[in-house]
């Protein structure tokens, strides 16, 4: 049986069952919280376990290293809704240690994507139509430098309000310790 069809009949064993029913809530993040964090297996559990989140408490968004890259990608966009039309009003970065986006080499995944059958003119037609393929598929040096990073780009957005304060955290995939590197009130103090 594939994944999906394993899928498909616990859920329909799940709605029959009523077993949603313990998850109802609004769309609304009870914690007024949204946390952008990395898509590591790792996180699923652990990170909400860690954090003391339940269903319905934060909005938690997921990419590849919990990197913003850039001011108006599909990230920001996400939390600039969330704040405005979910009324989440704090922001929390929580990258990991041991992410694989740490020395990533986008020239191993062009090459991976070849190997899967991606011809070598789709690669040249995207590099040619201005799409830097190397910087789109880079990670970082250091995860906590990233983490900082990703947390200027977000308090520095002309959209974000002056007061929604952004924190930037590293968690212990293992033992879900956090280690708080940017402390988002300290900075709106100092902004004052």
Not at 38 to 55: G, Y
Not at 87 to 108: N, P, Q, W
Request: proline share 4%; hydrophobic share 40%.
């Amino acid at each position: 049986m594939s994944n999906i069809s394993d899928i498909l009949a616990f859920n329909e064993h799940f709605v029959t069952q009523k077993d949603y029913e313990e998850f109802r809530t609004t769309r609304f993040p009870d914690k007024r919280m949204v946390i952008l964090t990395c898509m590591d297996t790792r996180l699923v559990e652990l990170l909400p376990k860690a954090l003391n989140i339940r269903n319905g408490d934060a909005i938690i968004l997921k990419n590849a290293g919990a990197i913003v890259t850039q001011p108006f990608g599909n990230i920001m966009r996400s939390l600039i809704v969330a704040i405005y039309e979910l009324t989440a009003d704090e922001v929390v970065v929580i990258g990991h240690y041991e992410c694989g986006m740490t020395g990533l080499d986008s020239e191993r995944i062009i090459s991976k994507s070849k190997d899967q059958g991606i011809s070598e003119d789709v690669i040249s037609t995207l590099r040619h139509s201005g799409i830097n393929l190397s910087r789109w598929l880079t990670g970082f040096d250091d995860v906590t430098q990233s983490v900082e990073n990703s947390v200027d780009i977000i308090r520095n957005h002309p959209l974000l309000p002056k007061h929604i304060p952004v924190h930037g955290m590293l968690i212990d995939p293992e033992t879900g310790k956090l280690n708080w590197l940017v402390n988002g009130y300290e900075e709106l103090e100092k902004r004052k």
